[in-house]
Each structure stands twice: as C-alpha cells, then as structure tokens.
Nanobody
Framework: VQLQASGGGLVQAGGSLRLSCAAS????????MGWFRQAPGKEREFVAA????????YYAAAVKGRFTISRDNAKNTMYLQMNSLKPEDTAVYYC?????????????????????WGQGTLVTVSS
C-alpha cells in the first residue's frame, strides 16, 4: 500500500488542522493505521492509531482529548483532527499502515508494527 499524507501547515496556538492520509490499492481496510510525528532533533513518536474497522482508537497521552483519529474505508483515507494545538505539537506528521494484528496500545504505538509509511506533512504551531 502507498500512503500520501496531506493537510499540514502553519497555525497559531489554539487553532486546528485536519490531516489526511490517502492510501492506494483496494486493501486499505485490511490495515491498522497510525499517525506518528517527529520534531526536529527528536525521535519519531506515536500519536494515534485506529484498528481496521475504525471501532477502536488509541492515543498518546500528550494528544488525548485534543486529537481525533478516524478512517473512511470506502474512501481509502485516514484522518487526524487536531484541535487546541500547542507549539510542542510542531513536527512532521507521518501516517503508517500495519498488517499486524495488534491487541492493545503497546502494539499500536510501536513503530516496528508498521510496514508502510507516508512521506510526512509538516505541522507548525506558532505561539
């Protein structure tokens, strides 16, 4: 599967953005999906994940309550609605697809669970 992330940009603190991740192919629904981010000089970190059917979601503590992950399997697209953005949310955001059958947060949050990665979209939050 090929992934294309979009929707990044410059926003003031407190603002909102919605990221999209468009997937190629006809098997999008066979993958669990996740969002990760990487700030300058830092390691890539888990943001949010969603299971194949969209019925279960997982969030990093830093974004829980502010970000919402969703997917539309009919459109082969995943979304990340980001509200109440903070300067520390500034990073390149990557979408990823996993063929693993994860059973909990630890698996979904693990970079090694994801085989396919998009190119990233930059989110900059100004103070």
């Amino acid at each position: 599967v090929q992934l294309q992330a979009s929707g990044g940009g410059l926003v003031q603190a407190g603002g909102s953005l919605r990221l999209s991740c468009a997937a190629s192919g006809r098997t999008f629904s066979s993958y669990a999906m996740g969002w990760f981010r990487q700030a300058p000089g830092k390691e890539r970190e888990f943001v949010a994940a969603i299971n194949r059917s969209g019925t279960s979601t997982y969030y990093a503590a830093a974004v829980k309550g502010r970000f919402t992950i969703s997917r539309d399997n009919a459109k082969n697209t995943m979304y990340l609605q980001m509200n109440s953005l903070k300067p520390e949310d500034t990073a390149v955001y990557y979408c990823a697809a996993s063929s693993d059958y994860c059973s909990g947060y630890g698996c979904y949050a693990n970079l090694d669970s994801y085989l396919y990665w998009g190119q990233g979209t930059l989110v900059t939050v100004s103070s």
